[in-house]
C-alpha cells in the first residue's frame, strides 16, 4: 500500500496469529507515526446477566487491550499486542480506554507486529499469550516470515491448483474464481471456527448480519461441500470441530424440542448449538411442536420465555420481528403456529451427516470415521428414527408429517429435502457401522426403515404440490400435502426450488444411468431440471449466488449448461435481484469482493451500471497467489467463488470418481497431487495439521453402497 511518501507491505504469518506490517517513510519531514489499541466500550459493561470487561495497558514498550466477555457459565476472552521492531518508541495512554505506541520520526524502514490470542478458559492468560507471540515473530523477523509464508503458500498451490483453458477465455475465468476462493478459504479456516458466510472474515466495518453470529447451515455449506477433491481438506477442519463441538447440545436439543433421540442439527445456531431449556419449557415447546397440542393452547409462561429469544433461531423461528412499544419489547407470531422457515427444517441434519462421510471416502481416516463421522451419522439417523413423526402406514410404508421442504413449504408430507437426505444417510450409516464392526441392531434396523422408507415425491401422486402438467413428464415434486403454509405456486419452480438437494448425497449421476444402478432416478432429475430450465442454461439465464445450478448440471452430464451456468454466476448479471450488497460494499475500496455482505436495516437491493463493473483492487491476493504477479483486476465474490470451486469439483469428480475406484487411479485434469492418488495430503483428525497419504482402496464412485449392492435407497 502506498500514499504521501509512505509504504507499507502486510503480511499475516501463516504459523502464529501475528501481523507484519513492513513500514518505509520516504517524506521530506517524516513525522511519528503510531499504532492504537482503542476499546470499543467503557471498562465495565453489564447487562443483565452478561458482563463485558475492557482492558488496555502499556508497558515493556508493548501496549495490549484484552476484552473479557462473561455470561452465566460462559466465559470468552481476547487480547491484542502490539509491538514496533527497528525504531525507537514510546508509550502513552490518552483515556482509559486508549492505548498508543508511537515510533519516533525517521526514514528507516521497520515493522509493526500485531498478535492476537483468544480462549474460553478462565485459567489462561490471553495477554501473555499474545506477547509470546510476539516475540516468536521479533526472532523470526520479518524476512523469516515472508520466506516461512513463501514456503507454506508453494506447497499449498503445488496440491491444490487447477489450470484450465480455453479458446473463448471461459476456462481462464472460472480457474482465477476457483484459486480465488481457494485462497480465501485457506486464508480464513485456520482456527477452531469457520468463517461466517456472507463476508466471511472480512467484514472491516461492522456486522450487518441479521442473524448475528449464528452460522446458517444452507449458507454456510455452499464453502465446504467442494473442498474434498481440492486436496486441501485441512481446509474443512474448522467446520468440523464447530458441530462435533456442539453435538452434546445437538442431542439435548433432540430430546428437549422434539422428543427424540440421536441429535437434532438446527439450520440457524451459535457456535455451542441451542441452549437447554427449563423442563417445563422444553415440555411445553415440545408438546406444541409436535403438534399434539394447538398453537393456541401455548401457556402465557411460554410467551414470555420466548419474547426475547432470537427470532432467526431453529427453535424460536415462528417468531415474527418484534418493536418497543410503550418501552416494552412486543412481538408476534409469522401466523402459521409453530412452524418458521427454518423452525421444522431437518434437511440441515443429514447433509452434514454425510460431509462427515464424505471426508472419510476421501481419507479412510479410521480414526475420523470412528471418532467423529459415525457418532454424527449414528445420531442423525436416530433422531430421524425416533422421530414421532415419522410413522408407518397400514402398507409399512414410513412417511414424514409436519415438516418443512427448505424454507418456502412448512409443515408438510413427505417433503423432498428432508426425504432425500434419509435416502442419503442411512446406507451411510449402515455402511459406516458395519466398517467399525459396531451396533448390529441399530443396521438391521435402519436397513428396515431404508427398505421401506417412501419414495421421493414425484409430480403423478394426487397430493403433490406439483401438479403434474397434463400429459408432461413425471417430475420430483416439493412435498405433499397436507401443509401448514405454501408458497406462491409460481415460485416453486424457481432457482431456488431446492429439491436440487439430490446433488447432496450423489442420488442421481452419471453413473446412476446404468441399468444396474438407477436410471429411473436419473430421469427424474433429468425430467426435473428440464421443467425447471426448458431451454436449458443460456447465457442470460440468471444464476444467483447461492444456486447450485452449476453442480447439477454437472451431474447430469450437461456440459453447456454448466459452462453457462458458471460465468453467470460470476459475472453476477442481476445484482439488483441477487444477495449482493453494491451499495454497502461494492464501492468501497477496501474488499469490493465483498457481494454477498448482509444487507443493513432496510434489505434494498440497487446496482448501477458502474457499480456492477467493480475489480478487486490491486494486492488483495497474497504474494505467493499464481495470480499476483500480473495483479490481475477481475469482479469476484467470495460465495460466487466458493459455488465455483464447488461446480468445477463436481464436474471433475465426475470422472474423478471413477478413476478413484482402482488404486492409484489417476483424474483426468492437470493440477497437483490428483484426488484419490495415495499421494493426496489428508487430515489425520480434526484440529491437526499434518498429514498422511491416503491409505487402502479408494471408492468414491460407490458412495454409501450397502455390501457393493445396494444404492441409495433404491427401490
Known amino acids: 500500500m502506498e500514499g504521501d511518501g509512505v509504504t507499507t507491505q502486510t503480511v499475516a504469518w501463516q504459523e502464529e496469529d501475528v501481523l507484519a506490517i513492513g513500514i518505509e517513510d520516504?517524506?521530506?519531514?517524516?513525522?511519528?507515526?503510531?499504532?492504537?489499541?482503542?476499546?470499543?466500550?467503557?471498562?465495565?459493561?453489564?447487562?443483565?446477566?452478561?458482563?463485558?470487561?475492557?482492558?488496555?495497558?502499556?508497558?515493556?514498550?508493548?501496549?495490549?487491550?484484552?476484552?473479557?466477555?462473561?455470561?452465566?457459565?460462559?466465559?470468552?476472552?481476547?487480547?491484542?499486542?502490539?509491538?514496533?521492531?527497528?525504531?525507537?518508541?514510546?508509550?502513552?495512554?490518552?483515556?482509559?480506554?486508549?492505548?498508543?505506541?508511537?515510533?519516533?520520526?525517521?526514514?528507516?524502514?521497520?515493522?509493526?507486529?500485531?498478535?492476537?490470542?483468544?480462549?474460553?478458559?478462565?485459567?489462561?492468560?490471553?495477554?501473555?499469550?499474545?506477547?509470546?507471540?510476539?516475540?516468536?515473530?521479533?526472532?523470526?523477523?520479518?524476512?523469516?516470515?515472508?520466506?516461512?509464508?513463501?514456503?507454506?503458500?508453494?506447497?499449498?498451490?503445488?496440491?491444490?491448483?487447477?489450470?484450465?483453458?480455453?479458446?473463448?477465455?471461459?476456462?481462464?475465468?472460472?480457474?482465477?474464481?476457483?484459486?480465488?476462493?481457494?485462497?480465501?478459504?485457506?486464508?480464513?479456516?485456520?482456527?477452531?471456527?469457520?468463517?461466517?458466510?456472507g463476508g466471511m472474515l472480512w467484514n472491516t466495518d461492522g456486522d450487518y448480519r441479521r442473524w448475528g453470529a449464528q452460522q446458517w447451515w444452507t449458507n454456510l455449506s455452499l464453502y465446504y461441500r467442494g473442498l474434498f477433491p481440492s486436496n486441501g481438506i485441512e481446509?474443512?477442519?474448522?467446520?468440523?470441530?464447530?458441530?462435533?463441538?456442539?453435538?452434546?447440545?445437538?442431542?439435548?436439543?433432540?430430546?428437549?424440542?422434539?422428543?427424540?433421540?440421536?441429535?437434532?442439527?438446527?439450520?440457524?445456531?451459535?457456535?455451542?448449538?441451542?441452549?437447554?431449556?427449563?423442563?417445563?419449557?422444553?415440555e411445553g415447546l415440545r408438546v406444541l411442536y409436535l403438534l399434539e397440542k394447538t398453537w393456541e393452547m401455548r401457556s402465557q409462561q411460554f410467551r414470555e420465555f420466548a419474547a426475547a429469544k432470537h427470532p432467526h433461531t431453529s427453535r424460536w423461528n415462528w417468531k415474527a420481528p418484534g418493536r418497543f412499544d410503550d418501552g416494552h419489547w412486543t412481538y408476534t407470531d409469522k401466523g402459521t403456529g409453530p412452524f418458521g422457515e427454518v423452525n421444522h427444517f431437518f434437511a440441515s441434519g443429514p447433509e452434514l451427516a454425510y460431509l462427515y462421510?464424505?471426508?472419510?471416502?476421501?481419507?479412510?481416516?479410521g480414526t475420523w470415521l470412528r471418532e467423529y463421522a459415525y457418532p454424527m451419522l449414528r445420531g442423525v439417523a436416530e433422531f430421524f428414527r425416533h422421530y414421532s413423526n415419522l410413522t408407518r402406514d397400514p402398507d409399512g410404508v414410513f412417511h414424514l408429517h409436519h415438516v418443512n421442504h427448505s424454507e418456502p413449504v412448512l409443515g408438510a408430507k413427505d417433503p423432498f429435502d428432508a426425504l432425500v437426505g434419509l435416502h442419503g444417510i442411512l446406507p451411510a450409516a449402515i455402511n459406516a457401522a458395519k466398517t467399525l464392526n459396531v451396533d448390529a441392531d441399530l443396521q438391521s434396523k435402519w436397513f428396515d426403515l431404508l427398505e421401506n422408507l417412501v419414495p421421493l415425491p414425484t409430480s403423478d401422486h394426487p397430493d403433490s404440490i406439483h401438479s403434474r402438467d397434463g400429459d408432461g413428464p413425471r417430475i420430483w415434486a416439493s412435498a405433499f400435502t397436507p401443509a401448514a403454509s405454501l408458497p406462491n405456486p409460481d415460485s416453486l419452480w424457481g432457482e431456488f426450488d431446492v429439491r436440487c438437494r439430490y446433488y447432496d448425497f450423489d442420488i442421481a449421476t452419471l453413473e446412476t444411468r446404468n441399468p444396474c444402478e438407477n436410471p429411473e432416478r436419473f430421469e427424474l432429475a433429468e425430467a426435473t431440471f428440464e421443467q425447471c430450465h426448458p431451454n436449458g442454461v443460456g447465457l442470460e439465464t440468471r444464476?444467483?449466488?447461492?444456486?447450485?445450478?452449476?453442480?447439477?448440471?454437472?451431474?447430469?452430464?450437461?456440459?453447456?449448461?454448466?459452462?453457462?451456468?458458471?460465468?453467470?454466476?460470476?459475472?453476477?448479471?442481476?445484482?439488483?435481484?441477487?444477495?449482493?450488497?453494491?451499495?454497502?460494499?461494492?464501492?468501497?475500496?477496501?474488499?469490493?469482493?465483498?457481494?454477498?455482505?448482509?444487507?443493513?436495516?432496510s434489505g434494498t437491493r440497487s446496482a448501477t451500471a458502474r457499480q456492477r463493473r467493480v475489480r478487486i483492487t490491486r494486492g488483495s491476493l497474497s504474494e505467493h497467489s499464481p495470480w499476483s504477479r500480473s495483479r490481475a483486476r477481475y469482479p469476484c465474490l467470495s460465495s460466487v467463488a466458493s459455488g465455483v470451486g464447488r461446480r468445477i469439483h463436481a464436474a471433475l469428480s465426475q470422472r474423478i470418481s471413477r478413476d478413484r475406484v482402482d488404486e492409484g487411479g489417476q483424474g483426468g485434469f492437470c493440477g497437483g497431487a490428483l484426488p484419490g492418488r495415495r499421494d493426496v495430503p489428508t487430515s489425520k483428525s480434526v484440529g491437526e495439521r499434518s498429514h498422511t497419504g491416503v491409505p487402502g482402496r479408494e471408492t468414491a464412485g460407490r458412495r454409501g453402497r450397502i455390501d457393493g449392492d445396494r444404492r441409495y435407497g433404491r427401490r
Open 26 to 197: 520516504k517524506q521530506e519531514a517524516p513525522g511519528a507515526i503510531t499504532a492504537t489499541v482503542r476499546a470499543l466500550r467503557p471498562p465495565v459493561v453489564e447487562t443483565k446477566h452478561h458482563t463485558a470487561t475492557s482492558t488496555v495497558d502499556a508497558s515493556e514498550d508493548r501496549i495490549t487491550l484484552v476484552q473479557t466477555f462473561e455470561e452465566g457459565e460462559h466465559y470468552c476472552t481476547s487480547a491484542i499486542a502490539i509491538g514496533i521492531v527497528g525504531r525507537s518508541v514510546r508509550m502513552q495512554q490518552p483515556t482509559q480506554t486508549e492505548a498508543q505506541l508511537v515510533a519516533e520520526p525517521g526514514q528507516e524502514s521497520f515493522t509493526v507486529l500485531i498478535a492476537t490470542a483468544a480462549n474460553f478458559d478462565r485459567d489462561v492468560n490471553v495477554a501473555a499469550v499474545a506477547r509470546e507471540r510476539l516475540d516468536h515473530a521479533v526472532a523470526e523477523g520479518a524476512d523469516g516470515i515472508r520466506a516461512a509464508n513463501e514456503r507454506w503458500w508453494k506447497e499449498f498451490w503445488s496440491r491444490a491448483f487447477v489450470h484450465l483453458r480455453s479458446e473463448d477465455g471461459a476456462a481462464e475465468e472460472v480457474e482465477k474464481h476457483y484459486t480465488y476462493f481457494l485462497y480465501l478459504m485457506e486464508s480464513s479456516s485456520r482456527g477452531s471456527f469457520p468463517p461466517n458466510f
Open 543 to 601: 444464476v444467483p449466488v447461492m444456486s447450485s445450478l452449476g453442480v447439477i448440471a454437472a451431474r447430469l452430464g450437461r456440459a453447456s449448461d454448466l459452462k453457462n451456468a458458471l460465468l453467470n454466476q460470476i459475472r453476477a448479471k442481476w445484482p439488483e435481484e441477487d444477495f449482493v450488497e453494491f451499495d454497502e460494499t461494492g464501492q468501497l475500496a477496501v474488499l469490493p469482493n465483498r457481494y454477498d455482505t448482509a444487507r443493513r436495516q
Open 235 to 282: 481446509l474443512t477442519d474448522p467446520l468440523f470441530e464447530l458441530y462435533s463441538g456442539m453435538r452434546g447440545a445437538c442431542a439435548t436439543a433432540a430430546r428437549q424440542q422434539w422428543g427424540s433421540e440421536g441429535i437434532y442439527v438446527p439450520e440457524t445456531t451459535c457456535f455451542n448449538g441451542l441452549a437447554d431449556l427449563p423442563d417445563d419449557i422444553a
Open 357 to 365: 462421510w464424505k471426508r472419510y471416502e476421501y481419507t479412510r481416516d
